[in-house]
């Protein structure tokens, strides 16, 4: 029996905000993706149900708010959209690959809850305001799998745009989700390192620019050192950064994991941080019901 090789690969993304965009107008670079779009919150041409017939991969790049009183994060529209998606998908070699933020776990119980489907993380490591630019170049990519073949799938779809020498870190599901958080998450303990010896350096006389530059010239500490910020503000903002904070900061409370060093990042940011813009993000910020 001859079987004509797939040349085409059909792409459905759920979720039309920056994450959604950079992935679906990325990976339509290649003219052998075709991308189906879906956003509860927008028009879309398309069901839900006929994004997902009708793609072989599925990413969920739906919002994962942190709770106004940070205690928290909201997984409740990820949550719903996984259960919708796996009626669905379910039976099929269909990948869901879940793009949002998720808390370490959280993939894994989809595949616990709806066992036949393929279910994959693959975390984003996008800024803002560059996302799609992020999105193509990008110092590594992340895939977590519930299964070899599903992450060898998801790497071959990259590499229909990607670089040839691109790193791939395939793994479980939660460790990858983990990957997430801790990349993030030194990141912004950074800042706010970088913010402490800015300070400490205008006491005692030191040139902070001077210093930087050439603490930055050592590769294992990098960059993300610069005080003020880009904003001109002291300590981290945006979407991300205090967003994944809370979240992993609510998960350790309920499992009564030690992150205090985390604690302390925190509780500086806020204490450093003059624009809160968080707080006035729908996608980032949510009063508890």
């Not at 739906?62 to 205690?71: E, G, K, L």
């Not at 993380?121 to 599903?150: C, H, W, Y």
Request: aromatic share 10%.
């Amino acid at each position: 029996t001859f079987f004509r090789k797939r040349t085409m690969n059909n792409i459905g993304v759920v979720g039309w905000g920056f994450v959604g965009q950079a992935t679906g107008k990325g990976l339509a670079r290649n003219k052998q993706n075709k991308i189906f779009v879906y956003d509860k919150q927008r028009t879309s041409p398309l069901s839900l149900k006929e994004v997902v017939a009708k793609s072989e991969f599925i990413f969920v790049c739906v919002p994962t708010p942190m709770y106004s009183d940070y205690s928290g994060m909201d997984m409740g529209i990820v949550d719903e959209v996984a259960g919708q998606i796996a009626p669905f998908a379910k039976n099929t070699d269909k990948i869901v690959i879940i793009k949002s933020t998720v808390l370490p776990g959280t993939t894994a119980g989809y595949v616990k809850k709806y066992p036949k489907v393929n279910w994959a993380m693959n975390p984003e490591f996008l800024t803002q305001n560059n996302a799609n630019k992020d999105f193509l170049n990008p110092a590594r990519t992340v895939i977590g799998a519930s299964n070899k073949k599903a992450g060898e799938r998801i790497m071959k779809l990259y590499k229909t745009i990607l670089s040839k020498n691109q790193p791939y870190h395939i793994m479980d599901t939660t460790s990858a989700e983990v990957t997430k958080y801790m990349s993030n998450l030194m990141l912004a303990s950074k800042v706010i390192l970088g913010n402490e010896f800015y300070f400490l350096s205008k006491k005692v006389g030191a040139n902070y620019e001077k210093v930087r530059k050439a603490v930055e010239a050592d590769p294992r500490i990098g960059s993300h050192l610069k005080s003020p910020g880009p904003d001109g503000d002291f300590g981290f903002g945006g979407a991300c950064f205090p967003k994944d904070m809370i979240g992993i900061l609510g998960m350790a409370r309920k499992q009564k994991i030690d992150v205090s060093v985390l604690e302390a990042v925190w509780k500086k940011n806020l204490k450093v941080r003059k624009n809160r813009e968080w707080e006035h993000m729908s996608s980032a910020f949510r009063k508890k019901k």
